[in-house]
């Protein structure tokens, strides 16, 4: 079976090639011109997704990383369950950092998945961190993240602009009051525009009266 490295390995893999680059995906010549030149400068127009209107809204300060990754995340929660992982550490009433190295111990078996892709792009971009996360890493990585989610810039809506958004779609059930939608589009100065979409998961479960 596969090794994962760990320790030094890491260190030393990472000072020669960080996984996530300037050619990150991009193979060959065309492949790089096209995203440079073409679709890296393009908005992003986001139609779905699972971000709480709330945080949005008030642009919510996370306390740490493991909040802002683990709190809400289903496809987190559904790759730690298959790891085995125990549900105090997934959605029980574990300290965060206790969380973040069980989701430390997941990142390495979701190799060749989006999840793995996704999580050290962001470390990278967002945090300037370049190493593998691993349970040789956890708590660095909590630590540096952390301390850089206390300074400005690092809100909920502070986030989605530098992600150079434009507009999104947040999901939304059919008796949602959405205020917050309507406090958002009541400022002046917003930096991407926020809709609700509808979601009828509830008022299609006829089969189960108390959530219909």
Same mark, same amino acid.
Not at 25 to 53: F, M, S, T, V
Not at 97 to 124: C, D, G, I, Q
Not at 129 to 135: A, G, N, T
């Given at each position: ?17 960080? &996984?996530? @680059? ?39 300060? &996370? ?5 802002? +990754? ?6 987190? +929660? ?21 969380? &973040? ?16 892709? +996704? ?47 434009? @507009? ?23 930096? &991407?525009?926020?809709?609700?979409? +509808? ?14």
């Amino acid at each position: 079976g596969l090794r994962y490295p760990s320790g030094p390995e890491i260190r030393g893999a990472i000072s020669m090639t960080p &996984f996530i @680059h300037e050619r990150f995906l991009l193979e060959g010549d065309a492949a790089q011109n096209l995203y440079r030149e073409y679709a890296k400068p393009e908005p992003i127009i986001d139609y779905h997704n699972h971000l709480p209107p709330q945080d949005i809204a008030q642009n919510t300060r &996370f306390s740490n990383i493991a909040e802002m +990754w683990l709190a809400r995340d289903h496809y987190k +929660w559904r790759a730690m369950r298959t790891n085995g992982v125990d549900e105090r550490l997934v959605t029980g009433d574990a300290p965060w950092r206790e969380k &973040f190295r069980a989701w430390a111990a997941t990142v390495p078996m979701t190799l060749r998945n989006p999840l793995y892709h +996704w999580t050290h792009l962001e470390l990278s971009r967002y945090f300037g961190i370049d190493i593998l996360l691993s349970p040789d890493t956890a708590d660095e990585i909590y630590d540096r993240a952390n301390e850089m989610l206390a300074t400005d810039g690092f809100g909920a809506r502070d986030l989605i602009a530098r992600m150079n958004v434009t @507009h999104l779609c947040t999901t939304d059930d059919p008796t949602d009051t959405l205020e917050y939608h309507e406090g958002y589009a009541r400022r002046q100065n917003r930096p &991407f525009e926020m809709y609700p979409a +509808w979601r009828p998961d509830r008022a299609l479960m006829v089969e189960d009266p108390r959530r219909f």
